[in-house]
T-cell receptor, first 112, second 112 residues
């Protein structure tokens, strides 16, 4: 079955450490997105990519980085510059603006 | 003014009743509108999309769009306890390609 796989499901980060969240899709979608969700909050866009080797900052890109070397993969790195990284991170993809997004199952990141 | 606004709830309805969830948006040129359901601790799943004024029905769900009033709603008929979740309204705004802007969600509780 086609879908989006996010890993790991839970991740613990120490202060000053960079961590990378994986997102892989086999839906053949061009566009991929990273969102962050805090308790009781909506989804906020971190980065997005509409095509391989190209990506744009979203509303809250500071402290995060991404790459898009393959159509199937869009990893997100949470750097030490992100001062409040504890959140639920969601990766999504779409084949176009009239189709909505398909979401992965999410990664819950906690700073320890 | 937020770009997409929803009442956070909780909205409590008895089993078998109609649940009415509402959403307003600020960008008059917004084109595509989506409703997602999110269970606690899980990722959002797409339940309805609507693009033109009027009603769109899918099983127990009806989406209603009024572009003149910048208003989109979701009706859930014969509400079931399994419908208890947070419902996210999402909009594709003018000139943003396929980027979705989400509301903060309305929590629905269906009581026995």
């Amino acid at each position: 079955d086609g879908g989006i796989t996010q890993s790991p499901k839970y991740l613990f980060r120490k202060e000053g450490q960079n961590v990378t969240l994986s997102c892989e899709q086999n839906l053949n979608h061009d566009a991929m997105y990273w969102y962050r969700q805090d308790p009781g909050q909506g989804l906020r866009l971190i980065y997005y990519s509409q095509i391989v080797n190209d990506f744009q900052k979203g509303d809250i890109a500071e402290g995060y980085s991404v790459s898009r070397e393959k159509k199937e993969s869009f990893p997100l790195t949470v750097t030490s510059a992100q001062k409040n990284p504890t959140a639920f991170y969601l990766c999504a993809s779409t084949r176009g603006s009239n189709y909505g997004y398909t979401f992965g199952s999410g990664t819950r990141l906690t700073v320890v | 003014q937020k770009e997409v606004e929803q009442n956070s709830g909780p909205l409590s309805v008895p089993e078998g009743a109609i649940a009415s969830l509402n959403c307003t948006y600020s960008d008059r040129g917004s084109q595509s509108f989506f409703w997602y359901r999110q269970y606690s601790g899980k990722s959002p799943e797409l339940i309805m999309s609507i693009y033109s004024n009027g009603d769109k029905e899918d099983g127990r769900f009806t989406a209603q769009l009024n572009k003149a009033s910048q208003y989109v709603s979701l009706l859930i008929r014969d509400s079931q306890p399994s419908d208890s979740a947070t419902y996210l309204c999402a909009v594709i705004r003018t000139g943003t390609a396929s980027k979705l802007t989400f509301g903060t969600g309305t929590r629905l509780q269906v009581t026995l």
